[in-house]
């Protein structure tokens, strides 16, 4: 390269220098020539912004989308048009469905060459369109920097997610003359309309028994302490929404329970005696409204959020356009506390049904077992992933979270999500250990990043949960048609300890949960990257007693 070509500056370069001024020092990247000056720009600034390579684009998806979950700000993943655009499709959509933000850089073909079909072509925005938050391209090299920009931007708007920027080949690769990068500005808060208020404190003392249900903002936006406010000034009880139970501290006297797939009889009756629902910061998803049956029609329902499109959507009895911590804030100095009875006896049910033996377990490994000992053997901010699949809820019911930001998961159930995810939880906090939970299955579909584990020195836990089947699947084949007609989810396993010794990690296999507490402390002292091959019984999917079917 000579020393004119030095001083080019290339819209890669423009790319890059607007992700670092506006605050992205993470990406992940599965390489491709359609953004070769993308990577050399990132090779010149590698001391501002860290570059991973992962071995698949959906696990660097999963990665990315762990990342913004965990800290609230965007990370970046570069990937190829065609075939590396559709693979990492499945992190956008759990990024979409987890309101996490997250930004994704596909290289494209050149701008002359669009819609011929070309090689690997695709029309990116019609593809993303329906999972992403936006999907933007520039038009010329000029535009690169305010595009960027804006992509950052909108990510963490509103309510977060994943933002998809269509890069084509000649514009990364040009020169551009001018590159003034777009100032950086903080989200605008949203704080909550004075008369709306007045309406939503006369709704909450009115009710006899209001329900608190916490989400996904309040986990984005910090606001655990500003909900825990808020329920002591009620006296009343909380429920987390699908897979956000360290939005609350679960021993808190007001929590009351997780809104999993499959829900425990006192919930279920706490729904119904429930005369007002209050979603903080929850969109009120599919598994949380029990796809839509939650309000029922006794209830009202008050929905807290910062974006009006959610709230539309929602048609929630009344509303609150606003960030959870600021509505939070307001309610709390202007409500009395009710009698805390009713909360009270929630509170005991969910400590008496979190505990062991509340199942019948079946084979040598019983997982409430195993929930407790890395509840007892942990840092209480250690991070806890669980992949798609029944044993997640084993975790969800015994496990008990007492820091935010301490859970990951697919809202979406996407299996996979749980060695990246790890990763992207390691390098978004790297002063927690990380565990992921991952069933066979899922492990099949990415464990190899284990491997990019073992490059990056990354520390992290893998506790495979083998019953060598798809769980869910079969369970309900079970209910629906009889234990004869099992068909289609049956698996042969490897040995995934023997095989995370071949990607460089530390392995143990457990075939008893007396012996997975001495697995487990060896593996949180191992440098690097350390896997327990769990060996379960199929009979054992799911700690409830009608299995998926129970809701």
Wanted: aromatic content about 6%; proline content about 6%.
């Amino acid at each position: 390269m000579n020393d004119a070509s030095k001083q080019t500056v290339t819209g890669g370069d423009v790319l890059v220098d607007t992700l670092i001024a506006h605050g992205v020092d993470t990406a992940f990247t599965v390489s491709g020539e359609s953004f070769l000056a993308v990577l050399e720009a990132l090779r010149r600034k590698r001391n501002q912004i860290q570059l991973v390579t992962t071995r698949h684009e959906g696990g660097g998806a999963f990665a990315t989308e762990a990342y913004g979950k965990l800290t609230g700000r965007p990370a970046a993943l570069f990937v190829s048009r065609g075939p590396g655009a559709t693979n990492a499709a499945i992190g956008v959509h759990t990024a979409k469905q987890d309101s996490s933000p997250m930004l994704l850089f596909v290289g494209h073909i050149p701008s002359t060459s669009q819609g011929r079909e070309a090689f690997q072509e695709i029309d990116q925005a019609a593809m993303f369109a329906p999972i992403a938050k936006a999907v933007l391209q520039p038009n010329t090299g000029a535009q690169i920097a305010a595009v960027t920009a804006c992509a950052v931007a909108l990510s963490t708007a509103g309510r977060p997610g994943p933002v998809v920027v269509v890069l084509p080949r000649d514009l990364t690769d040009g020169a551009v003359d001018s590159h003034d990068v777009p100032a950086f500005s903080a989200r605008p808060a949203v704080a909550p309309d004075q008369s709306a208020l007045d309406q939503a404190a006369a709704r909450i003392m009115a009710a006899k028994r209001p329900l608190l249900l916490s989400g996904e903002i309040v986990a984005i936006q910090d606001a655990t302490r500003d909900l825990m406010a808020l329920a002591e000034a009620m006296g009343a009880p909380v429920m987390t929404t699908y897979r956000r139970q360290d939005t609350f501290p679960n021993e808190h006297p007001a929590y009351a329970g997780h809104m999993e797939i499959n829900r425990l009889p006192y919930q279920q009756q706490a729904l119904e005696d429930a005369d007002l629902l209050i979603a903080v910061g929850s969109r009120m998803d599919g598994i949380t409204s029990a796809d839509g049956t939650v309000p029922g029609k006794h209830q009202a329902l008050l929905q807290i959020y910062p974006e009006g499109e959610v709230l539309a959507r929602c048609q929630a009895d009344q509303t609150l356009l606003s960030d959870p911590g600021a509505a939070c804030r307001a309610l709390a100095g202007c409500l009395q506390p009710m009698d805390t009875a009713w909360r009270d006896g929630l509170h005991r049910s969910y400590l008496d049904s979190s505990e062991p033996g509340a199942v019948e377990v079946r084979g040598a490994v019983d997982l409430s077992l195993v929930a407790k000992d890395v509840q007892r053997l942990v840092p209480p901010d250690t991070v806890i992933l669980t992949d798609g699949g029944s044993f997640a809820r084993w975790i969800h019911r015994f496990y008990r979270f007492g820091q935010a930001h301490t859970q990951a998961g697919p809202v979406s159930g996407a299996m996979g999500y749980g060695v990246p995810g790890a990763i992207g939880a390691r390098l978004a906090r790297p002063d927690q250990a990380a565990i992921a939970f991952v069933g066979d299955g899922g492990f099949m579909m990415t464990g190899q990043e284990l491997v990019t584990a073992v490059e990056q020195n990354i520390d992290l836990v893998v506790v495979v949960c083998d019953n060598s089947v798809h769980g869910s699947i079969l369970e309900g084949q079970r209910q629906r048609f009889g234990v004869e007609q099992i068909y289609g989810t049956r698996l042969t396993s490897p040995n995934f300890a023997d095989l995370a010794r071949s990607y460089g990690c530390a392995a143990w296999t457990v075939r008893d949960s007396a012996e997975f507490a001495d697995a487990l402390l060896g593996a949180m002292s191992h440098t690097g990257p350390a896997l327990i091959h769990l060996l379960t019984d199929d009979r054992d999917i799911a700690p409830f007693d009608k299995g998926p079917d129970a809701v």
